[in-house]
């Protein structure tokens, strides 16, 4: 009995060693299977994001080699244009004959000089330069005669003697406006030569000294201008001395005759630089 217990134990005990393994092996791969797929589908998920990662990087390579390149082209664009730049320069603006104001003269307000020709009163003998902007057949220097008057092309004979530069230059460009469109005339007294168209009185009378030489001024207007004579004055024994073709010549005059209506020939014209000596 107890040799048939011992193997009937002894055959159980096989019968569980040799049905044991199976029942574990089938719990261990269970077990893993979960196991295996959950770390490929975590290897899949780390390797698609690894890859996401890469084409990130890539986007993010590709997009910044892209700014260098458009960079370095607007730096290129902009030496290019530097050089042009350098090599033609912008020309500088042309004047124009409409910028200038009618009826202005700006060389007038900068230059002191002129400003105080403004003034001065143009006399016989005077030389004026006149020039007219961009028009040379319009500019010229001008000797005023002894009649005061000058004369310009196109306008004739104008009045200059006891007149400013100023009211001259008015003149000009008024008769010149019918030739030219916005004619601009600077007038500037170059030389102060009025002194040769003049006389001189001395002796017996009012007013001695030098006198502005007009046109057809004779010996009894002289007198008149210097106020007339003195009490002492010798009216008889009047002498005018002259220099004509570098010689001196005396003419006598006798001023009672000439009031009489005597000897009226000896009312001669005044010529520059006369001399009237009444003694």
Not at 31 to 52: L, R
Not at 224 to 232: I, M, P, Q, S
């Amino acid at each position: 009995m107890k040799k048939v217990l011992l193997i009937f134990v002894s055959f159980l005990s096989l019968c569980i060693i040799s049905c044991a393994p199976k029942t574990y092996l089938k719990e261990d791969i269970s077990e893993i299977k979960p196991i295996a797929t959950e770390e490929a589908e975590g290897s899949k998920q780390e390797a698609e994001g690894n890859g996401q990662v890469a084409e990130d990087s890539g986007q993010v390579a590709e997009d910044s080699s892209k700014q260098e390149a458009v960079g370095s082209k607007q730096e290129t664009v902009g030496s290019k244009q530097e050089t042009v730049g350098q090599a033609y320069p912008e020309p500088e603006a042309e004047s124009d004959v409409s910028d200038i104001p009618e009826g202005t003269d700006s060389e007038s307000e900068s230059d002191p000089e002129q400003g105080e020709q403004e003034d001065y009163k143009i006399g016989s003998g005077d030389v004026l330069e006149i020039i007219t902007w961009k028009e040379p057949d319009f500019s010229r220097e001008l000797l005023v005669r002894i009649d005061g008057k000058i004369t310009f092309p196109l306008l004739d004979d104008i009045q200059a003697a006891d007149r400013t530069p100023m009211e001259v230059k008015k003149d000009i460009e008024k008769g010149l406006k019918e030739f030219i469109e916005h004619p601009f005339v600077t007038i500037t007294v170059k030389s102060y030569a009025s002194e040769s168209y003049r006389y001189y009185i001395l002796g017996e009378v009012s007013k001695t000294g030098a006198y502005d030489l007009v046109e057809d001024l004779t010996v009894l207007q002289a007198f008149a201008l210097a106020g007339g004579f003195t009490e002492w004055a010798s009216k008889k024994e009047i002498i005018v001395i002259r220099h004509e073709n570098g010689q001196k010549n005396i003419l006598r005059v006798n001023y009672k005759n000439i009031v009489k209506g005597k000897d009226l020939d000896q009312n001669i014209l005044i010529k520059p630089n006369d001399t009237i000596i009444v003694p």
